[in-house]
Nanobody, 117 residues
């Protein structure tokens, strides 16, 4: 089992910045990946950004150039730095951890990000 604790999020005006953090603990295997997904009201959960083994990153087209994901392998933490936020970035953001060769999924409890126009 892997436990995830998220922090950050909140309310910000358009053009502002926020940082999300996620800390993983438990039976952490190698390889693994951490990432963030988001779900807006009435929409499906979608990928925001992922980082594999602390090095290889992948971003949704809608956030490229504005969001940066980083990872501290030793601490098993990940951060999502979000800049130039837009109203359409408003959603509940979920931390995701994919554990081991089988890439079993674990999810955080979600944190609300609200961007006012």
């Amino acid at each position: 089992q892997v436990q995830l604790v998220e922090s950050g999020g909140g309310l910000v005006q358009a053009g502002g910045s926020l940082r999300l953090s996620c800390a993983a603990s438990g039976n952490i295997l190698i390889p693994n990946a951490m990432g963030w997904y988001r779900q807006a009201p009435g929409k499906q959960r979608e990928l925001v950004a992922t980082i594999f083994n602390g090095a290889s990153t992948n971003y949704a087209d809608s956030v490229k150039g504005r969001f940066t994901i980083s990872r501290d392998i030793a601490k098993n933490t990940a951060e999502l730095q979000m800049t130039s936020l837009k109203a359409e970035d408003t959603a509940v953001y979920y931390c995701n951890f994919r554990n081991g060769i089988g890439m079993r999924d674990y999810w955080g409890q979600g944190t609300q990000v609200t961007v006012s126009p």
